[in-house]
């Protein structure tokens, strides 16, 4: 019997799944508040997505994108914004388009499903319960999960073991660069989507192995990858 070439998909959360910014925006000009700074714009806290919590909470703190508090003020802008992203979690966050019907035809045609994401697990979870789509899902990788985190291939390459199949075997679809590069260094065929929070560059720039419109433009893709 020959094997489906991709019997296992990856799929980024903030980007790819969810549209996230407003509330992540909103979190982090609370936190910018709270400790008296002004607000910035939802454009510019788009670029800062896409590396984790901390490093969310180090860029809006110093509006740069390698800025680096001190660590007191780091401290205190790290606990405000999870204080403030607890509440603002769910508010205007949504699936983007497409995504619960490629999650739907994916699932459908036999493909085991995994979310692999840098968001801490405290907000991963919760926000996939409450949109939905968490029961699409055998295995849910955030930031704090493992040692390390995307683009390190680690979580992906922790997913090849849990559902036993070969790094070719799995696709990754996802927004950032970060996605692409743990794909890529995984040895996992990579998908981007357009949309999402890039921080430069056309979504032709990542390098992927295929750019789709969305999740049900991917399921087309991987079904009509075929066999070995
Ligand atoms: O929390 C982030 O930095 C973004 O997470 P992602 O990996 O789901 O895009
Ligand atoms: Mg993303």
Redesign the pocket.
């Known amino acids: 019997m020959t094997l489906p070439r991709i019997q296992v998909v990856a799929l ?5 799944l969810l549209d996230t910014l407003t509330d992540l925006a909103g979190a982090a000009n609370a936190m910018r508040q709270q400790l008296g700074l002004p607000p910035l714009p939802l454009e510019r806290v788009k670029t800062y ?5 901390a ?2 909470v180090k860029r809006t703190l110093t509006d740069q994108r390698d800025g680096e508090p001190t660590p007191g003020l780091f401290e205190q802008g790290l606990e405000g914004f999870k204080r403030c992203y607890d509440q603002l979690l769910h508010d205007a966050t949504r699936a983007y388009p497409d995504v619960e019907a490629g999650l739907q035809q994916m699932q459908a045609a036999g493909l085991r499903l995994a979310c692999i ?3 801490p697990k405290r907000f991963t979870e919760p926000l996939l319960a409450s949109t939905g789509l968490a029961p699409f899902f055998e295995l849910i990788l955030s ?1 704090d999960s493992l040692a390390e985190k ?1 683009p390190h291939p680690m979580p992906l390459l922790h997913a090849c073991e849990f559902f036993k199949v070969q790094p070719a075997h799995m696709a990754m679809i ?3 660069i ?1 996605d692409i590069l743990a794909a890529k260094q995984a040895g996992c065929l990579s998908i981007a989507v357009p949309y999402g ?1 890039r921080h430069a560059g056309p979504v032709e720039a990542l390098g992927a192995d295929h750019v789709v419109a969305g999740l049900v433009e991917a399921a087309d893709l991987l079904l009509n990858m075929g066999s070995h």
């Open positions: 980024d959360l903030d980007g790819t997505v896409g590396d984790g919590m490093s969310l994401t840098n968001k930031g995307k996802g927004d950032s970060n929070y």
